[in-house]
């Protein structure tokens, strides 16, 4: 398959972009990472992540870690961890299911951006995985597309903090909120259910809804 099908190029044609689509590929898509995008994803602490289920159902999710916590090993791979979650396990099925992702790396305070397309597999057993504290599974891509996009519809925000809940160098991270919600205890992984037990605290759903409102989840 080229970069586009008849779908765009039809909707090319119909907004009279098809010269411009056309030589917008030539001049920035690229089959590798150039050096300022490898520059830029190294830098990063969250991307957006796109996957798709076995049926074609997309999905997206927001991925974080420490700054550098996707690797950079040359330009055409891209190693990152999948850190503790929601149990559901969404993003990392759907990348065993099909292998096909888009990458989105972007700037809020200096907007930029970078897109990334790739075939990517999942690992409990990938040699880097000791490299990544507190990770369940690691993700390897392998580019097929990149390119540098346009920022001009970003919304610039400012910084204020890391997430309290990346895992530390030694794998240690605090018990989120959601996990000490008191109906959803019984369904815990075992080891989960002796943390929230030990910390002697837990929330209703509503005060749970209530934390997220004021961002303190």
């Not at 989120?176 to 959803?184: R, V, Y």
């Given at each position: 398959?080229?970069f586009?099908?008849?779908?765009h190029?039809?909707?090319q044609e119909?907004?009279?972009?098809r010269?411009?689509?056309?030589?917008?590929?030539?001049?920035v898509?690229?089959p590798?990472?150039?050096?300022?995008?490898?520059?830029?994803?190294?830098?990063?602490?969250?991307?957006?992540l796109?996957?798709?289920?076995?049926?074609?159902q997309?999905?997206v999710?927001?991925k974080g870690?420490?700054?550098?916590?996707?690797?950079?090993?040359d330009?055409?791979?891209?190693?990152?961890?999948s850190?503790?979650?929601?149990?559901?396990f969404?993003?990392?099925?759907?990348?065993?299911a099909?292998?096909?992702?888009?990458?989105?790396?972007?700037?809020?305070?200096?907007?930029?951006?970078?897109?990334v397309s790739?075939?990517?597999?999942?690992?409990a057993?990938?040699?880097?995985?000791e490299?990544?504290?507190?990770?369940?599974?690691?993700v390897?891509?392998?580019?097929?597309?990149?390119?540098?996009?346009?920022?001009r519809y970003?919304?610039?925000?400012?910084?204020?903090?890391?997430?309290p809940y990346?895992?530390?160098?030694?794998?240690?991270?605090?018990v989120?909120?959601?996990?000490?919600?008191?109906?959803?205890h019984?369904?815990?992984r075992?080891?989960d259910?002796?943390?929230?037990?030990?910390?002697g605290?837990?929330?209703?759903?509503?005060?749970?809804?209530?934390?997220?409102?004021?961002g303190?989840?």
């Open positions: 398959m080229t586009f099908d008849e779908n190029i039809e909707l119909q907004f009279e972009s010269d411009l689509a056309v030589a917008m590929e030539f001049s898509v690229q590798e990472l150039n050096d300022e995008a490898m520059a830029f994803i190294a830098d990063r602490e969250f991307f957006f796109s996957t798709v289920r076995a049926d074609g997309p999905t999710s927001h870690g420490p700054p550098g916590f996707v690797r950079v090993i330009d055409k791979t891209l190693v990152f961890p850190y503790d979650g929601n149990g559901m969404l993003s990392m099925g759907n990348i065993a099909t292998a096909k992702i888009g990458m989105l790396f972007i700037d809020f305070e200096v907007p930029n951006r970078v897109r790739a075939d990517a597999t999942v690992s057993d990938d040699p880097m995985l490299e990544f504290p507190g990770a369940q599974l690691v390897r891509a392998t580019v097929t597309e990149s390119f540098i996009n346009c920022p970003i919304v610039k925000h400012q910084r204020v903090g890391a997430s990346v895992p530390d160098s030694e794998g240690n991270a605090p989120p909120a959601w996990k000490k919600i008191s109906d959803l019984p369904f815990l075992p080891t259910q002796e943390r929230v037990t030990e910390a605290e837990s929330v209703s759903i509503e005060e749970y809804a209530s934390l997220v409102e004021r303190e989840a």
